[in-house]
């Protein structure tokens, strides 16, 4: 399955690596380095993730779906999955910081991880359009053909989700391509 990223943020790296496991993946960033807002959170020391996670502080039109991906199992997943890249956790007063206080370790490490995982990450790349016909078209800035896709999926910015959120779509959509904006 062919798998596009559109934003290479927390939320988008995320999903390409996980995504990476089993499909070809394209991330796509319209600056020329992913990850630059990560280096700015938590006055450059990263506060990713919170201990007080809890299903309450959502809101969504489809609350089940969030009930079944905002568990306790999923939320182990996710951090161990930052753990195994190693971003290891120093913890105060519930709030997660990478063990280095430099946000730009939780950059490298991510960075790095969707590398070894063989995505093709394409920075300088503008997403102009996408256009719905039979299938999902994509335009870009970078003057190749447009890309045609079956469907698309889209995620937000909480990249500490992201991953429970892969894992509930590939469970109940077998959908040949997903593309996370």
Not at 49 to 57: G, H
Not at 137 to 159: D, P, Q, R, V
Request: some cysteine; proline content about 2%; aromatic content about 6%.
């Amino acid at each position: 399955m062919k798998v596009i990223v559109i934003g290479g943020g927390a939320s988008g790296l995320v999903a390409s690596i996980t995504s990476a496991t089993k499909n070809e993946v394209i991330l796509l960033e319209k600056n020329n380095k992913c990850g630059k807002k990560l280096l700015i959170t938590g006055n450059g020391k990263c506060n990713y993730w919170n201990s007080d996670f809890k299903i309450d502080y959502f809101n969504s039109q489809n609350m089940n779906l969030l009930k079944h991906i905002i568990t306790l199992k999923n939320q182990e997943k996710v951090l161990s999955l930052l753990d195994k890249i190693g971003i290891v956790p120093k913890i105060r007063n519930g709030y997660y910081y990478p063990s280095s206080s430099q946000a730009i370790s939780v950059k490298e490490a991510l960075v790095k991880e969707a590398k070894i995982r063989g995505v093709n990450i394409i920075t300088n790349c503008n997403v102009l359009d996408i256009i719905k016909k039979d299938k999902y078209i994509i335009k870009t800035n970078m003057g190749e053909e447009e890309k045609e896709l079956n469907k698309i999926a889209s995620g937000g910015e909480m990249s500490r989700i992201m991953l429970a959120i892969k894992k509930v779509l590939a469970e109940t959509d077998k959908t040949p391509i997903f593309v996370f904006i």
